[in-house]
């Protein structure tokens, strides 16, 4: 008999990767539970079609979480960071807040429910390795210096905290962004460039799949319950990226690297924070490389996708998304 695993953000993006891992994987182990704050979604609905079972939950509401993960064997728990939000809701608490105490309620309700292994999509807290450093600002009055890093990072205590049997699955930096928010943009002379303060150093990234599928691997393996699995599908400088999206363009790519003051003043929502995130990866990148051992990777999701392979699949979308 199939278990069954709740996924919270199951219309999204690493949700859906695992809610698509789940209900193609021929082997049947697992049934899908697609938790989504909007059951009539065209996105929830396809879900539907495709044999999932969709579910009204929402993260502020603990009830909601609790009666969702009843009966599952496993659970998947991402917060959304990135999630639109109203005036009064940016009033009310900061984003790194909101993740907190959205961790709190899945970790609780999991506890009630008797998950028996959660996987929760988590991150590095940069505090630790920015301690002491006035070059680097800090954020929500002090408390962090990459929120939305530092927040899933702190919250890995409350699972173990509450006595949830979970797998830490660290990601890293979506190859899907090329597509969305950080499209190729031309500069004046019409060339299309890539923009990232990184100097020299390597960005590690993944497929949005990649994380689904990884987490499905996961979840097939109880002895990884309590260990941290830090992954990717490829670790790029900006000038391998750029090169890699000329040839799947068939048009010239240029890397853009400006300092992280520079960055800092760059005229959009968040523009520090991802400063600072770009600055933990380029000095730190030894260490978030070195834990995302490609092999490694590999031999738990044998279809891991590299940024080459990636492009291969999505160079439509990249092309239509770009102006």
């Known amino acids: 008999m199939s278990k069954l695993i709740a996924v919270v953000g199951a219309t999204g993006a690493q949700g859906g990767g695992l809610a698509r891992a789940i209900l193609a994987d021929p082997s049947g182990e ?29 993260l502020d509401d603990e009830a909601s979480i609790r009666a969702a993960f009843d009966g599952a064997y496993g659970a998947f728990v991402v917060t959304n960071y990135w999630a639109p939000l109203t005036a009064d809701e940016e009033a009310a608490r900061t ?5 907190l105490e959205q961790a709190e309620i899945a970790a609780r309700a999991a506890r009630d429910a008797g998950v028996q292994h959660l996987v929760w999509s988590t991150l590095e807290d940069t505090r ?17 210096k990459v929120p939305h890093f530092d927040a899933k990072g702190e ?23 090329f597509a969305t928010a950080m499209t190729p943009t031309r500069t004046a002379d019409g060339t299309l460039t890539i923009t990232l303060p990184m100097g020299d150093q390597r960005l590690s990234g993944i497929a949005v799949d990649d994380i689904g599928r990884s987490a499905l691997a996961i979840l097939k393996r109880p002895d990884l319950i309590g260990a941290t699995i830090s992954i ?47 600055q933990f990866y380029a000095e730190n990148h030894d260490e978030f490389t070195g834990n995302r051992d ?8 044998p279809t891991l996708e590299s940024f080459k392979k990636w492009l291969d699949l999505h160079k439509h979308d990249l092309q239509a998304a770009i102006k």
């Open 95 to 99: 984003r790194a807040e909101m993740e």
């Open 232 to 278: 990717a599908g490829d670790h790029l400088t900006g000038h391998q990226y750029a090169e890699a999206l000329t040839e799947a363009l068939g048009e010239k790519v240029v890397y853009h690297a400006p300092s992280l003051e520079e960055y800092r003043e760059y005229p959009f929502p968040m523009a520090v924070e991802m400063a600072n995130m770009f």
């Open 128 to 144: 630790p390795f920015f301690a002491g450093r006035d070059d680097v600002p800090s954020l929500d009055d002090g408390r962090y």
């Open 294 to 301: 490609l092999t490694a990777v590999r031999d738990l999701n």
């Open 155 to 177: 919250a890995d205590e409350l699972f173990t905290k509450y006595g949830v049997p979970t797998t830490f699955l660290r990601t890293t930096f979506y190859f899907d962004a």
């Open 30 to 58: 697992f049934t899908v539970r697609a938790l989504t704050r909007n059951p009539d979604s065209a996105a929830a609905k396809d879900l539907a079609a495709a044999g999932a079972e969709v579910v009204a939950a929402d």
